[in-house]
């Protein structure tokens, strides 16, 4: 029977404040494991972990969350970042995470390997293309237009970050190495955000899979291919052989990180895809009612993933 995690982001409510109550719902709600999201503080993940009721399999970098003194939580650092300050300090925060996956027996971080451009930039013709979207205009001489110009504007600053993240991911898998975990490269929401489908070439060279692999994100993939910028077989169609990991959500629109089964995300690739794997993260976000999680392991049985 594969295993099936639930993910600490749907910890993000005040019922959840003590770590403890989450483990619970998700033992009572029959999930076989937790995985610690980037969003989750240190002091939850101790009552988690205190509370003894099911295992961590993965941690999701960088955990634990943390406030930085701009303001801003340790997700905004950049693995990619051109400023050496900038990528030290996100490597940094990886490390904790690593601390943490090897202290409460996890084999599995899972990675946001940074993004092209400023630090806290996101590109704007990629704000417009999801407004449009979300008003009903998907197509036409303006939408085709952000596309180009979002598409060729990333191409131009990609490489020197690309370069960077590589070396991030270096330094992350030496640290992971002597305690058996491998890292887990996810696909990301963003279309500036590293890597996109050829990038893993240069991502995960001269890795093995006990090192570094490919981690899908069910709506990240579909996000994208419904902004009509990277077809969502691409992922999987490429990296299917070296994925390790996987976030299982359902996608209403350009909405995602639902309960699978309460959108309209078409499965039959992702089963072929990762039917390899022992183990998925429901990664639910925390409007998503309980009973739609409790079905999630029903429904996915039904596709004959689990």
């Known amino acids: 029977m594969k295993t099936l995690a639930l993910s600490t982001m749907f910890a993000q409510q005040p019922r959840f404040a003590d770590g403890a109550a989450f483990a619970r719902f998700a033992a009572e709600a029959g999930f076989d494991a937790i995985e610690i999201s980037h969003s989750t503080p240190a002091e939850k993940i101790a009552a988690i972990r205190d509370a003894m009721l099911l295992p961590i399999t993965a941690v999701h970098q960088p955990a634990p969350y943390e406030k930085l003194p701009n303001g801003r939580g340790n997700g905004s650092l950049n693995l990619a970042g051109l400023e050496e300050d900038e990528r030290a300090a996100a490597v940094a925060a990886a490390f904790r995470s690593i601390r943490l996956a090897a202290e409460v027996g996890a084999h599995r971080v899972v990675v946001h390997l940074g993004h092209v451009g400023s630090p806290g930039e996101q590109f704007e ?55 058996g975990i491998a890292i887990g490269i996810e ?44 077809d969502r077989l691409e992922w999987l169609g490429r990296w299917a052989s070296r994925c390790i990991g996987a976030h299982l959500h359902d996608v209403n629109g350009i909405g995602d990180h639902r309960a699978p089964g309460d959108g309209d995300v078409s499965w039959e690739y992702i089963v072929r895809g990762i039917g390899h794997l022992e183990s998925f993260t429901l990664e639910i976000n925390q409007h998503q009612p309980d009973e739609r999680v409790r079905c999630a392991r029903q429904f996915l049985s039904s596709l004959g993933l689990v």
């Open 125 to 179: 013709e990629e704000l417009a293309l999801r407004r449009a979207f979300d008003s009903g205009e998907r197509s036409g001489p303006r939408i085709e237009a952000l596309r180009a110009a979002l598409i060729q504007r990333r191409a131009s600053l990609a490489e020197p970050h690309l370069a960077a993240a590589r070396r991030s991911l270096g330094e992350l898998v030496a640290a992971a190495r002597p305690h």
């Open 187 to 230: 696909n990301r929401y963003h279309y500036h955000e590293i890597p996109h489908p050829a990038e893993y070439e240069v991502v995960l060279d001269g890795f093995d899979l006990s090192e570094a692999g490919y981690w899908h994100d069910v709506g990240h993939a579909e996000v994208l291919h419904r902004l009509g910028l990277i």
